[in-house]
């Protein structure tokens, strides 16, 4: 399984971005995925997650009500939708399964300046 994270960049305080994650497996949508950041200095966390079936949701409180987890199976594609971006979202953001991780991606640098 490869996991191929997109769509970071710099971007001012109050801005957006939407990530994107390519999985290439098959069952990708029966597996529930999830969003992870890394900050320099700290550990990787969790952001957000998407149940298989795509009804159900969890999120960070840090980033409830500004981020938004969303897939397209046709395309075996999540996606990671920030609005409002603080200088705390800034990290390399990585998409995996939230159970049983497989090998993780490169992830993708978001930079938000104040």
């Known amino acids: 399984v490869h996991l191929v994270e997109s769509g970071g960049g710099l971007v001012q305080a109050g801005g957006s971005l939407r990530l994107s994650c390519v999985v290439s497996e098959p069952t990708f949508n029966v597996n529930t995925m999830a969003w992870y950041r890394q900050a320099p200095g700290k550990q990787r966390e969790l952001v957000a997650n998407?149940?298989?079936?795509?009804?159900?949701?969890n999120y960070a409180e840090s980033v409830k009500g500004r981020f938004t987890i969303s897939r397209d199976t046709a395309k075996n594609t999540l996606y990671l939708q920030m609005n409002n971006l603080k200088p705390d979202d800034t990290a390399v953001y990585y998409c995996?399964?939230?159970?049983?991780?497989?090998?993780w991606g490169r992830g993708t640098q978001v930079t938000v300046s104040s």
């Open positions: 998407l149940f298989r079936g795509g009804s159900y949701t």
């Open positions: 995996n399964r939230l159970f049983a991780p497989v090998d």
